[in-house]
């Protein structure tokens, strides 16, 4: 049967729309799920997505890229990467699946309701395809781990996370609920289309796979591509709205949207790409430090289509470049010290050799950061164990949900803010300017502190703490990635020469 | 008596740490709950050397022998903390 051309028909049946008759518009598209305030009605239907597809090409390329990525994993599976690879490399892995496997899920939700809810039909068609993505995302991030569980449970988290109350996965839900699950379609697109996805998913799914093929590890690089060239086409979907926006008199607004999503994003980026990047990846196989990665991504690339738009860099921007070269050193500090906390095990990264790196890519890191590790270095080193994981919980901030780090003798810092008689605290300026920005949306929640201090979590001690985040439930907690035998060579050092 | 949890900020430290203490404490006793969680894990130990400890943002530290009730400190609070050699 001969096809017609896709010039041929596709606008005309992408711009299809309904003409309601027995509701009111506001009834068919409600503000509070469609937003888009202030746009004038005929502006919707010029909403032109610049990544056009058919369903029928849709299916096509998308069973090429399963096919692609499970035939990698098929061919790869005898080759025993789990005992082969980097012990960090695994914990890379254990973090990925369970950060993100899940949050594909609610993207997919995200994204069905921008197909009922956008009021711009071009959106709710691209948003379609959008949709199937996600769906694909999230199963092949549970199916590729699977392989894994029989040997170490605590890849069974690539399931659970998004279900427990450990703190990583409170500070995911509170920043996917935020920017993903609780706004309008046009604030939606904006929050998690544009600044999430155009940002920050590059950094983790293109920056990730070149480590993993260098690691030796192609069938995590395969799937990772294969997800980011989704990701590539489906972010587009906020860019019309950001325009729509700004060409309709609501600069300010949009500027709002993307300074809030962009910090609360690198934020909880520290965490997912910065501290692997930096400490997990095997030193070898390190294609570039987090902060060049960032330097690449973000800074030179989403600051250009920001500006391309119009728009602005944040106003913290000063603040943020500073953050590049402290705030992931203070949570890998953090998450290494709590390993127990943690649902993988977390390489320290911190050998003489791997300090030269950090020095070279982070001067003064030894100066700062590294003063810390000698004191846990030094307890490690002379068996004192006691002494190497903190007696009490950090500090937590009311908006990230991370704890309040800085550099050591020069940023720690609490912001604070008494709202309605509660008193918040803060890991930024920034983060307590997001929480003002919205307080009705943020004052509520109560973060790991919060709940302990409020008798929510019992036992009221480490032990009461970790069963509450599923420690010990779903699978053991974190110990050291390599046993500890990076120690060792600081071991040397203390043996008096003879 | 009263539980009372503060916000410390150890000099040298990296990261605020939630410490109970009981708001019939002096400072010294408020110090020396604080280093418990720093001093040894995180920070360096300055023998010789007492812990002085001021509101966040301050310059006077508190008298050392006053109690956690009459420094003005709400719960959670953040409470520097420093070497000093008096």
Known sequence: MALLDRSAWYDLARTTEWTPTYITADELFPPEMSGGEGIPDEVWATYDEPYKVTYREYVDVQRQKDAGAYSVKAALERNDLYNKADAGWISILKEHYAAVALVEYGAALQESRFVRWSKAPGMRNMATFGMLDEMRHGQIQLFFPHEYINKDRQFDWSHQTMWTNNWVALGARHYFDDIMMTRDAVETSIYANFAFETGFTNLQFIGLSGDAANAGDFTFSKLIQSIQSDEARHAQLGTPLLQMLIENGQVAKAQNHIDVSFWRSYRLFTILSGIPMDYYVPLDVRESSFKEFMQEWIVTQFIKSIEDLGLKKPWYWDIFMRDLDEHHHGQHLGTYSWRPTLWWNPAAGVSPEERDWLEEKYPGWNDTFGKVWDVMIDNFATGRDEKTIPGTLPMVCNVSQLPIVGTPGRSLHDNTLVHEGRKYHFASEVDKWIFEQDPERYKHHKNLIDRFLGGDIQPANLEGTLEYMGLGTISEGGVDAHNYLWVDAYKKRLVPAS | ?86
């Open chain 2, 1 to 86: 008596m009263a539980l009372f949890p503060i916000s410390s900020k150890f000099d040298g430290d990296f990261v605020l740490k939630l410490v109970p203490v009981d708001t019939e404490n002096t400072i010294d006793e408020v110090a020396a709950a604080a280093a418990e969680h720093s001093v040894g894990i995180h920070v360096p130990d300055q023998p010789g050397k007492v812990i002085r400890a001021r509101a966040q943002g301050s310059n006077q530290p508190f008298p050392r022998d006053m109690r956690l009730a009459d420094t003005g400190l709400e719960p959670t609070d953040t409470v520097e903390f420093y070497f000093s050699e008096a």
